[in-house]
């Protein structure tokens, strides 16, 4: 079955950057595009960004341009989410999620706090 | 605040028919875009309730359903039942912002 499995919880200091990771089974992961989605506590959901898992394109979020990269190992099935200079309010829960026309699967999500 | 607008919360009784509305502009769901729901109950990953505005995909109950009417949507839960307890989002796409998601609402049932 389609699955999509995240990289453990992660604690970082202000200013730091985090890199999650999402590794995708199931399926031909080069077929569908993987996007980023974070949930701070008792908040919304927030899109960030998403890859076309085929040829590596990008798209980013306007507020998260320039913090945020979204990559990808093809030769692992695996997306990577990378945001840099980290603040108290990038603490949240990090998804990322298969878009077949919306989003169909999703990870287990990854928490990121972000504490001196 | 979000894109798209959704009451904070809604109530029901087991058995009644509630719903969940999600208003947004022309840039939006006015804008032709189709509306999607997701359910996501506490401590867990939003799961797909609705897609294209009204599709049910495999597993999901016919007691819930979705609509979509010029800059709104709306997703109905009838026979009410105390798993349906959960946050419910609906999400759609807009010309400037691409991926929009509306603020989430609370769904208990009393």
């Known amino acids: 079955q389609v699955q999509l499995v995240q990289s453990g919880a992660e604690v970082k200091r202000p200013g730091a950057s985090v890199k999650v990771s999402c590794k995708a089974s199931?399926?031909?992961?080069?077929?569908?595009?993987m996007h980023w989605v974070r949930q701070a506590p008792g908040q919304r959901l927030e899109w960030m960004g998403w890859?076309?898992?085929?040829?590596?394109?990008?798209k980013y979020s306007q507020k998260f341009q320039g913090r945020v990269t979204i990559t990808r190992d093809t030769s692992a099935s695996t997306v990577y989410m990378e945001l840099s200079s980290l603040r108290s309010e990038d603490t949240a829960v990090y998804y990322c999620?298969?878009?077949?026309?919306?989003?169909?699967?999703w990870g287990q999500g990854t928490l990121v706090t972000v504490s001196s | 605040q979000s894109v798209l607008t959704q009451p904070p919360s809604v109530s029901g009784d087991p058995g009644q028919r509630v719903t969940i509305s999600c208003t947004g502009s022309?840039?939006?769901?006015?804008?032709?875009?189709?509306v999607h729901w997701y359910q996501q109950l506490p401590g867990t990953a939003p799961k797909l309730l609705i897609s294209?505005?009204?599709i049910r995909p495999s597993g999901v109950p016919d007691r819930f359903s979705g609509s979509k009417s010029g800059t709104s949507a709306s997703l109905a839960i009838t026979g009410l039942q105390a798993e349906d307890e959960a946050d419910y989002y609906c999400?759609?796409?807009?010309?400037?912002?691409?991926?929009?998601f509306g603020g989430g609402t609370r769904l208990t049932v009393l």
């Open positions: 890859i076309s898992a085929g040829n590596g394109d990008t």
């Open positions: 999620a298969r878009y077949v026309v919306p989003f169909d699967t």
């Open positions: 199931g399926y031909t992961f080069t077929t569908y595009a």
């Open positions: 022309s840039s939006n769901i006015g804008a032709g875009y189709d």
């Open positions: 294209g505005n009204s």
């Open positions: 999400q759609s796409y807009d010309n400037s912002l691409y991926v929009v």
